[in-house]
């Protein structure tokens, strides 16, 4: 095809990559022609909110689709063909092969330029029993759909969630909130992975103060049918299950791209440049399929998070119809509560910091939320991973009982910015007794940090 | 004297700047003799939590005492002379003119080092029944203690609030909890100084929304007796009360500094450097009597507020016993919450941006606190202060529903960085449902200020 009037963009995949690819091509160029192929039968949805909303009976899961199809069609102009499974890419021909995953056919769509936005899929462990009913991922909304299903009409009373990182903590919440008993197994020494042991001890306390009961440094063997229920076995033992949830990790989908001669980077994810760009010319990468530049590193990483799809699908769309936006990168910030506690993190534990390269250590503090005397508020605790020599901040990790999620930012402008401890205790931050102390957690953590520098130094 | 064991330092002042100074001074030279002569009958008090504490009858003022006389002298080894009132200071000599109010009698006491933390007061508007009973200023914790009782012990029922500041808004929240029906008279058109248009109009529906009633561009001329009462007569009526509280801004205690010769700043405020030196040797001030540099600016400016005097404080005291610390500098970040809305600032505003001589615009956004469908959270609305050509953010304001005291840390670390909205937009900020929306309102203003920023350009 020539001619910018005649541009067909296809994005393979319509949640928060995809749809932003698409949106965003649209936007720039009103008459390109942009396809969305999905291979489910939802596009644009919150997949993070599905532990929260399903805490709460009376919310539809289907209340996180932030975008319909049709809006889709009608407002934005783009072409949503749900339930279409792109299945090869031909990149010498600009085409892709895709089935309608209703109708039964398949057919070759030609496309000018084309974003891979083909997102990630649970890692499911290779043990008997993985696909019994009653056992369940949390990836896509069909699978928050499933769960929510089940426990309104099955009425569980007891949970096994094999994995305590995020999604596993968070669906301890959801599920507790609905009444189940809940057992987390990981194979771990600790949960939340990503996190130092003092943040992580913190969760753990969480789950035990409302009643969720955990093995550790446990492995799961398998999972069998159970007087009408699961049992799961385990190295330590076996759990008596209604419904189990595995939530171990996520791999990228990235299959498709690799059977095309499309590049992957080192972490496995689809390579990308920081203008989305593939080593394929008019073919782009975004989201949970692909790498992003780590800030703290400089290097490829892969940390699949919700903003950076979402970044990343429109600098892929913007720069699919001839824009030139660059991706800033990432420095890897995630939050999210269990119960009554928030933990953060941003930039690189110190095991991350030591694969990468730097000499680092960790430096902890506890310290108020709030001012002297004002009522309410609790404990936040500060883990700083901090470059020997230099004093620079390499990243942060926050637990406790309110301001995690809040202050962690303030650490993710400081590693776009390189800042060092020193920096940080230099920052004039908002004091007001309802908010923070005098001396803000984020300002006694620098000085712990600093001080620990000088004293190695 | 001669010799580090010999060493006195003596403090004008016991509240923020005066005891953290006294109290670095103490832990870096143990062997050093620190003196603290406080005027009040109090050290080391919150004084920025009165108006909260005043809002619930059940706690007592006097909680807001961080550190008790005894304590200090006791376990740090600081001689604290309460209600002791320097009247004059010798720099040629090294001595200062102290009176003892409790015993009538007045001496002469040497120094080493001295250090001047002799805070600020509030202005009083020179008006006609200023000092009449039922009329109080809140800047000293006497000030709260007073308030406090008068509102026990003579169940007022109606409060002018004279000032729309912070402490004017506080305290309307603080007296409406107490029950008093709450009239505010502001001189200027909007509450909030300091605050853009659009951030002082929530707060003043946050204000109508509990019943506090506003009289704005309003003067005040005259309070007199009224049967039994007070009667606030201003230029637009005349309002009943039984309570007046004058809260219409604070200008820096320097008149001690100026009569020994220390050198003020084009501020008014006691001119320091960034080790807290006085233009006399072994002189420092800190705290609410002192400038300090502003790093947006790079000039001093007057901007007293509790952590600078905690920061500026700590750097005297230390440099008083031979350390060499710096101050960072400040960027006029503050916080205050009334009722249910908060209020936060950081840099300059428009107006101050303009008189610094920047070619600047203000850029204004609103976005949702929280992820899409997640219970709860609310709106918050951010003005950004942008440099035209460079796109450097200048300053930043906030208000709404939550999140406004957290994210304006996130700004203030882009200001001490010196960051562009551009960077600022290419933050990696934490996304959870419970806490942000996928992008954080701070990513949204960027957006919006560098879209207006090309639009421009």
């Given at each position: 095809?020539?001619?910018?009037?005649?541009?067909?963009?296809?994005?393979?995949?319509?949640?928060?990559?995809?749809?932003?690819?698409?949106?965003?091509?649209?936007?720039?160029?009103?008459?390109?022609?942009?396809?969305?192929?999905?291979?489910?039968?939802?596009?644009?949805?919150?997949?993070?909110?599905?532990?929260?909303?399903?805490?709460?009976?009376?919310?539809?899961?289907?209340?996180?689709?932030?975008?319909?199809?049709?809006?889709?069609?009608?407002?934005?102009g783009?072409?949503?063909?749900?339930?279409?499974?792109?299945?090869?890419i031909?990149?010498?021909?600009?085409?892709?092969?895709?089935?309608?995953?209703?109708?039964?056919?398949?057919?070759?769509?030609?496309?000018?330029?084309?974003?891979?936005?083909?997102?990630?899929?649970?890692?499911?462990?290779?043990?008997?029993?993985?696909?019994?009913?009653?056992?369940?991922?949390?990836?896509?909304?069909?699978?928050?759909?499933?769960?929510?299903?089940?426990?309104?009409?099955?009425?569980?009373?007891?949970?096994?969630?094999?994995?305590?990182?995020?999604?596993?903590?968070?669906?301890?919440?959801?599920?507790?909130?609905?009444?189940?008993?809940?057992?987390?197994?990981?194979m771990?020494?600790?949960?939340?992975?990503?996190?130092?042991?003092?943040?992580?001890?913190?969760?753990?306390?969480?789950?035990?103060?409302?009643?969720?009961?955990?093995?550790?440094?446990?492995?799961?063997?398998?999972?069998?049918?159970?007087?009408?229920?699961?049992?799961?076995?385990t190295?330590?033992?076996?759990?008596?299950?209604?419904?189990?949830?595995?939530?171990?990790?996520?791999?990228?989908?990235?299959?498709?791209a690799?059977?095309?001669?499309?590049?992957?980077?080192?972490?496995?994810?689809?390579?990308?440049?920081?203008?989305?760009?593939?080593?394929?010319?008019?073919?782009?990468?975004?989201?949970?399929?692909?790498?992003?530049?780590?800030?703290?590193?400089?290097?490829?990483?892969?940390?699949?998070?919700?903003?950076?799809?979402?970044?990343?699908?429109?600098?892929?769309?913007?720069?699919?119809?001839?824009?030139?936006?660059?991706?800033?990168?990432?420095?890897?910030?995630a939050?999210?509560?269990?119960?009554?506690?928030?933990?953060?993190?941003?930039?690189?534990?110190?095991?991350?910091a030591?694969?990468?390269?730097?000499?680092?250590?960790?430096?902890?503090?506890?310290?108020?939320?709030?001012?002297?005397?004002?009522?309410?508020?609790?404990?936040?605790h500060?883990?700083?991973?901090?470059?020997?020599?230099?004093?620079?901040?390499?990243?942060?990790?926050?637990?406790?009982?309110?301001?995690?999620?809040?202050?962690?930012?303030?650490?993710?402008?400081?590693?776009?910015?390189?800042?060092?401890?020193?920096?940080?205790?230099?920052?004039?931050?908002?004091?007001?007794?309802?908010?923070?102390?005098?001396?803000?957690?984020?300002?006694?953590?620098?000085?712990?940090?600093?001080?620990?520098?000088d004293?190695?130094?």
């Open positions: 095809m020539s001619g910018a009037a005649g541009l067909r963009v296809v994005v393979i995949g319509g949640v928060a990559a995809g749809m932003s690819a698409a949106s965003q091509a649209k936007r720039r160029m009103p008459e390109a022609e942009v396809i969305v192929l999905e291979r489910g039968p939802f596009i644009s949805y919150g997949a993070c909110g599905m532990p929260y909303n399903l805490a709460d009976p009376t919310r539809d899961m289907e209340d996180l689709v932030v975008l319909s199809p049709e809006h889709a069609r009608t407002k934005r783009i072409d949503v063909r749900l339930r279409h499974e792109v299945r090869s031909d990149v010498a021909e600009k085409t892709v092969r895709v089935r309608d995953l209703d109708a039964g056919r398949e057919e070759t769509l030609a496309w000018d330029r084309l974003v891979i936005a083909t997102g990630a899929r649970p890692v499911v462990p290779p043990i008997p029993g993985r696909d019994l009913p009653g056992v369940f991922l949390l990836r896509e909304l069909t699978h928050g759909v499933a769960i929510d299903r089940f426990v309104a009409e099955r009425s569980p009373k007891k949970a096994v969630l094999v994995g305590g990182g995020y999604i596993g903590l968070e669906m301890a919440e959801g599920l507790r909130e609905r009444g189940l008993e809940v057992h987390v197994v990981e771990r020494d600790r949960v939340a992975a990503g996190f130092a042991a003092e943040p992580a001890a913190i969760a753990e306390k969480a789950l035990a103060r409302h009643g969720v009961t955990l093995s550790l440094g446990t492995r799961v063997e398998s999972i069998e049918p159970s007087n009408g229920g699961l049992r799961v076995r190295d330590h033992g076996a759990f008596d299950a209604d419904l189990v949830l595995l939530s171990v990790g996520i791999r990228p989908n990235r299959e498709l690799e059977a095309a001669g499309i590049a992957l980077g080192e972490t496995g994810a689809i390579a990308v440049d920081d203008a989305q760009r593939t080593n394929v010319e008019h073919v782009f990468a975004a989201g949970d399929c692909a790498e992003a530049r780590h800030r703290v590193t400089g290097k490829p990483a892969y940390v699949p998070l919700g903003p950076t799809a979402n970044k990343q699908g429109k600098i892929a769309g913007a720069n699919a119809v001839g824009a030139d936006e660059r991706f800033a990168g990432i420095v890897g910030t939050a999210f509560k269990v119960f009554d506690v928030e933990l953060a993190r941003t930039g690189l534990t110190l095991e991350e030591e694969r990468a390269g730097f000499s680092a250590f960790e430096s902890g503090s506890e310290h108020g939320t709030r001012g002297h005397g004002y009522p309410g508020g609790g404990r936040l500060t883990t700083l991973v901090v470059e020997h020599r230099t004093g620079r901040l390499l990243g942060a990790q926050l637990a406790g009982d309110e301001g995690a999620a809040a202050r962690v930012n303030v650490y993710a402008a400081a590693l776009a910015a390189g800042a060092t401890v020193h920096d940080i205790e230099g920052y004039d931050l908002a004091y007001a007794p309802p908010f923070a102390p005098v001396y803000d957690p984020i300002l006694i953590a620098a000085t712990v940090a600093r001080k620990a520098l004293g190695r130094g």
